[in-house]
Nanobody, 123 residues
Framework: QVQLVESGGGLVQAGGSLRLSCAAS????????MYWFRQTPGKEREVVAG????????YYLDSAKGRFTLSRDNAKNTVYLQMNSLKSEDTAVYYC????????????????WGQGTQVTVSS
């Protein structure tokens, strides 16, 4: 069974940066696309970014394009979300998730989720 553990969340001022990490244990992630979702109270969880098993293909929410970068290190079984130029509307709980296929898709139905990490951007 895969366990995903996120870290790197916190409080940052608007315009600042954070780097989220998602470390997996129990199983290799090298055959799966990986995703970051986020959720705010009263709203549905939305996909922020996704990356294919090799890292060659990625997907970003329109509002994240040009500001967020998703990368992965399969040797370390870890994925990273670098978030720059953060805005107050980026405030949410961010979740790491393992995709069911090697390819990234726009509407994934993950097989595993992390516990989430809070990102708060103050304006």
């Amino acid at each position: 069974q895969v366990q995903l553990v996120e870290s790197g969340g916190g409080l940052v001022q608007a315009g600042g940066s954070l780097r989220l990490s998602c470390a997996a244990s129990g199983r290799s992630l090298s055959n799966n696309a990986m995703y970051w979702f986020r959720q705010t109270p009263g709203k549905e969880r939305e996909v922020v970014a996704g990356i294919s098993w090799s890292g060659a293909t990625s997907y970003y929410l329109d509002s994240a394009k040009g500001r967020f970068t998703l990368s992965r290190d399969n040797a370390k079984n870890t994925v990273y979300l670098q978030m720059n130029s953060l805005k107050s509307e980026d405030t949410a709980v961010y979740y790491c998730a393992r995709g069911r296929s090697p390819s990234v898709v726009k509407t994934p139905t993950p097989s595993n989720w992390g516990q989430g990490t809070q990102v708060t951007v103050s304006s």
